[in-house]
């Protein structure tokens, strides 16, 4: 469906929702800008965090649901199963009302007694488990609620529950002022065994967010796959295709970060530790029992971390994000025949790689890193030391490839100079070693 003229299509202020099981969509222009009988959802969520059950208890604008009345709660609903969702058309939510109308009714903290409400969130496209939502139009979500909002805001374009698929064909935006109370999501699902592909363009462009993730699962199994454009400019933590157990991941499009370099550590305080740091793939692993499938990336990822004077020393920026956890070692695959570029301006001297490892563990987590075909611009690992980092960990060059490109290519390059570790973690003796040297190959 066409939408480059979106005046030609008609205009409703009213939302789309259907039950479990039946089918909706969208060729029409929904726009959202306040709370009202028929676009909001007070919702009982229970979500999956690296194998974790989490509860709670929120509420939500939507433009398209599959939503269930719940039985023992009157006015409260459930995501309904077995949805189909469509968007050929054009969605719109601002979120600056619907924080007016409920910033009162948010708890202060998670456990806190008064509030009713652990957040205020949007649903542009959102249904239960066995689902599939599809969006070939235009998604545009307004995080207006003021730049000094402190109501904690989970904004969530396209969400579905276990065994789900969601697929962006079209364009997704996430713009606005934000806040640093604000949690931003392009398709973050908490879920275990989805399928997530984006073949389109998505947009984040905020001032402040607490963090930012933008194709992302924190269940076990399912796949992510990029073969679009992503294009992110935020405060804040970064993790752009994330994953939290043993998911898939391929990125064949293109990953495009800057990162304006400020992190309020006090607004995330349930996240590890935030040491300055830009990498294009991260793995904040403790050794693992599940067989982890490897991190590939075939097409772009840039990630630059713009400084400035209002810059904080705990600036966070992911290309790919993979935390894992577990009792066991396994080990961890990582390719890179595509482009991988990471960059920093500023005033302060930000940690940067192409691959990091532990860097933001406080403990010393060794788990073997198998690094396969690598391609990379030619230059003095030893001096840049922004190729391969780590606090903790052991890379294995036993199928290790190194494709030099560029000017530079006549420096000698050994494996001792690609990996650098961390001072502080040398000096506490974290586990650090390169093994199998001798299978290194450089061309």
């Known amino acids: 469906m066409d939408i480059s003229n979106k005046s030609t299509l008609t205009c409703t202020n009213e939302s789309i929702r259907v039950g479990g099981g039946e089918y909706g969509v969208n060729r029409g222009h929904i726009v959202i800008d306040k709370p009202q009988i028929g676009n909001i959802a007070d919702i009982q969520e229970q979500a999956i965090a690296a194998g974790q059950v989490l509860n709670g208890r929120n509420i939500a604008l939507y433009g398209m649901a599959a939503l269930v009345d719940d039985a023992e709660n ?83 374009t396209l969400l579905a529950g276990e065994d789900s698929t969601i697929i962006n064909n079209g364009e997704i935006e996430l713009i606005g002022e934000g806040s640093y109370a604000t949690q931003a999501r392009a398709i973050a699902v908490p879920a275990n065994n989805m399928t997530i592909i984006n073949n389109g363009k998505i947009t984040l462009d905020m001032e402040r967010a607490s963090t930012v993730r933008i194709l992302a699962t924190t269940g076990l199994g399912g796949v992510i796959a990029n073969y679009g454009t992503i294009r992110v400019k935020s405060s804040g933590r970064i993790m752009t295709i994330a994953r939290f157990a043993n998911t898939h991941i391929l990125n064949e499009g293109t990953v495009d970060i800057v990162s304006k370099a400020r992190y309020i550590e006090q607004k995330v305080s349930f996240l590890f530790q935030s040491y300055p740091l830009a990498c294009a793939f991260y793995e904040h692993s403790f050794p693992n029992a599940t067989p982890v499938p490897p991190i590939i990336n075939k097409g772009i990822v840039k990630v630059h971390l713009e400084g400035s004077e209002e810059s904080t020393p705990h600036a966070v920026a992911f290309g790919i994000y993979s935390e894992m956890v577990g009792p066991e070692k396994q080990v961890h695959r990582m390719e890179n025949t595509g482009t991988i570029t990471v960059t920093k301006s500023g005033p302060y001297d930000f940690l940067t790689a192409e691959v990091g490892a532990n860097v933001q563990s406080a403990k010393d987590f060794p788990y073997p890193i198998e690094i396969g075909e690598w391609h990379t611009t030619a230059r003095n690992f030893a001096q840049t030391r922004d190729l391969f980092v780590c606090r903790s960990g052991i890379f294995d060059f036993s199928h290790a490839h190194l494709y030099l490109e560029g000017d530079g290519n006549t420096i000698n390059v050994e494996a001792k100079d690609m990996v650098y570790q961390e001072e502080k973690a ?18």
């Open 74 to 156: 009157p006015g409260r609903h459930h995501l309904a199963p077995n949805a189909t969702l469509i968007n050929e058309g054009v969605i719109e939510i601002h979120l600056r009302e619907m924080v007016e109308a409920y910033k009162e009714q948010i708890k202060a903290t998670p456990d806190a007694e008064k509030g009713l409400y652990r957040f205020i969130k949007c649903f542009a496209m959102a249904a239960g488990k066995d689902s599939m939502l599809i969006n070939e139009g235009l998604i545009r979500i307004y995080f207006d609620q003021g730049l000094d909002s402190d109501t904690p805001v989970y904004g969530e």
């Open 426 to 443: 040398s000096l506490r003796g974290d586990t650090f070693q390169i093994v199998h040297a001798e299978g290194l190959v450089i061309d």
